[in-house]
């Protein structure tokens, strides 16, 4: 009898609740979930742009004052400000790493979908997938040295432990790479609907790719000039034409980050509060009467309540600013900031001491906003690095004044895009650089000042990745670096970041074995390999 009750009940069970594969599909889709089938992978793209842009935060803590653009006496920015690796910070390090991989991993994940849906349709996405995957890794490779490249991304496939490529490797993958991705790219063909650098203009994706192109070449001119100089004469030709294919992305001021209250860290209020601009940068400027100094530039107003105000306009008289050195701190001991030969602070207590007052910040109406501009890559970046290039004697079209002319142009043209209260007027612009040709008597001479320039142009924009990566490569402008207590360098800028600390947990072999080509092993102060 038991027998039987228990076919009766298996019997029951099955018919009463039993489901077909395509009922148990329905049951286990997530109704609040788009299928991959229906998603449109262009969305993707404007997801990676504005992440892959968005990296202030870190380089805040580390490139904008290791490269003495900005400065600041608060510890939270000892790390870049004074290369000292406190506690936990050495996290944000590998930051770059870790974000760096999901922006890249997003647009794979876009390509993958664009040719599963229709990869004639989708031909132009993909290829600016290939140009957006090189734009990312190049700034990983820069930081870190060896990385992951020819199996990043690739978990779909298997892959969750892939090999660090030797970054000459990449190098010459990410050169190909941009190559044929440049080629593929067909205005005929339908257009990104959802793109942020460009809205979908292939011509303009075109010199993109080129602009890139010339930028990853220029970065072997120290370790293999031989093999980057085929690379920008054929790139030179295809750049960037003026300062309206500028690649910016303008944040969403609605998208707002809850806790910093802003959708670009840059922008971070109490950050914002904590750094200056440098000595080193306001002195540049200074002795070059520079309309910029006019425009980025301004001395809260008195006070220590007034000074931590954002919503108070300083004072932006060209006469008035000052840098704050870098490698001071506010401890009271012997670096702190009162302590300091030039130091033009208050004394006192309470609401009329303010330590930092009387420093120039960057200035509130053109950078603490929110909607404002990520700086991907520019004109004036373009130029300069043309003029360096024909200063070798490499074989591209024009001079290289020429092209230092337009990379300064360029420069203070990208102000108005920052801000229009920002702008500097044409004949301004146009005196300025009849009154600042470049310096020919000397290559040497002509180096410094191309990369001094493009230091100043990138710190202006807040890029200031791309103003350490640049001045590893070129040496300028000459900084000189702090010797602040307990520094981990022993009193040089660094050279590199450390890799991403689960990368050691996670992909131990493959982490130890690069680490292993790393001239003194993973540390501020090693070289990659293009920095040797």
């Known amino acids: 009898m038991k027998k039987y009750a228990s076919l009766l009940l298996s019997f029951l069970i099955v018919t009463q609740f039993g489901c077909s594969k395509a009922q148990l599909d329905k049951i286990n889709t997530d109704p609040t979930k788009l299928p991959g089938e229906l998603y449109n992978p262009d969305a993707l793209l404007s997801t990676a742009q504005f992440k892959s842009s968005n990296k202030g935060y870190y380089q805040l803590l580390y490139q904008s004052t290791m490269m003495q653009l900005l400065a600041s006496t608060y510890v939270y920015y000892n790390n870049g400000d004074k290369y000292v690796n406190a ?3 050495t996290d944000y390090q590998g930051r770059i790493f870790e974000e760096g991989y999901a922006d890249a991993s997003t647009i794979r994940e876009m390509q993958r979908l664009a040719k599963e849906k229709d990869p004639v349709a989708y031909s132009n996405l993909i290829n600016i997938g290939d140009i957006m995957f ?6 990983i490779t820069d930081t870190y040295g ?7 991304s690739k978990a779909r496939e298997g892959i969750k432990y892939p090999v660090y490529d030797r970054q000459e490797d990449v190098y010459k993958a990410m050169l190909a790479d941009l190559d044929k991705a440049i080629n593929g790219l067909d205005p005929a063909k339908p257009k990104p609907t959802a793109d942020l650098f460009y809205q979908g203009d292939i011509s303009k994706w075109k010199k993109f790719g080129y602009s890139l192109m010339l930028r990853v070449a220029m970065r072997l001119t ?22 309206h294919d500028n690649a910016i992305v303008i944040t969403d001021e609605s998208n707002l980050d809850g806790q910093n209250g802003t959708s670009l860290a840059l922008r971070t209020v109490s950050d914002y509060r904590e750094v200056r601009w440098s000595k080193t940068l306001i002195e540049e400027l200074r002795k070059n009467n520079d309309p910029r100094l006019g425009v980025i530039a301004e001395v809260p107003q008195n006070g220590l309540a007034n000074n931590i105000n954002e919503n108070l306009a300083g004072n932006t008289d060209v006469a008035a600013q000052i840098g704050l050195p870098n490698g001071y701190d506010l401890s009271g001991g012997a670096f702190d900031i009162s302590k300091y030969a030039g130091y033009p602070g208050g ?6 001491f303010a330590p930092l007052g009387k420093y120039s910040r960057p200035r509130t109406a053109v950078y603490l906003k929110l909607g404002g501009p990520n700086f991907v890559m520019t004109y004036a970046e373009v130029e ?6 024909k200063v070798r004697g490499w074989n591209i079209s024009g001079t290289a004044a020429g092209h230092y002319a337009n990379g300064l142009r360029g420069s203070l043209e990208a102000m108005a895009q920052l801000d229009q ?25 002509s180096f410094e000042m191309i990369n001094t320039q493009y230091w100043v142009s990138t710190g202006t924009c807040f890029n200031f990745i791309e103003s350490w990566l640049n001045w590893k490569r070129s040496g300028y402008p000459v900084l000189l670096p702090v010797n602040y207590p307990g520094n981990v360098t022993n009193a040089t800028i660094p050279r590199r970041l450390i890799y991403l600390s689960t990368e050691i947990l996670n992909n131990t072999d493959n982490y130890q074995e690069a680490v292993s080509r790393l001239p003194g092993g993973d540390l501020l102060t090693s070289r990659v390999w293009w920095d040797r």
Do not use: C, M, N
């Not at 090189?134 to 700034?139: G, K, P, T, Y």
């Not at 000039?225 to 790139?235: T, Y």
């Open 87 to 89: 506690g936990s910070f």
């Open 134 to 139: 090189v734009l990312i890794l190049q700034r």
């Open 146 to 152: 060896d990385v992951p490249y020819s199996q990043a």
């Open 222 to 243: 120290k370790v293999a000039p031989d093999l980057a100089r085929p690379w920008v004469e054929k790139a030179a030709a295809g750049t960037f034409s003026d300062s």
């Open 347 to 352: 004394t006192g207590t309470g609401a009329d």
């Open 384 to 389: 300069l690095l043309k003029a360096e290039a």
């Open 421 to 445: 209260v920002a702008a500097i007027p044409d004949g301004v612009i146009s005196a300025y650089v009849a009154k600042h040709p470049l310096d020919e008597s000397s290559q040497e001479k």
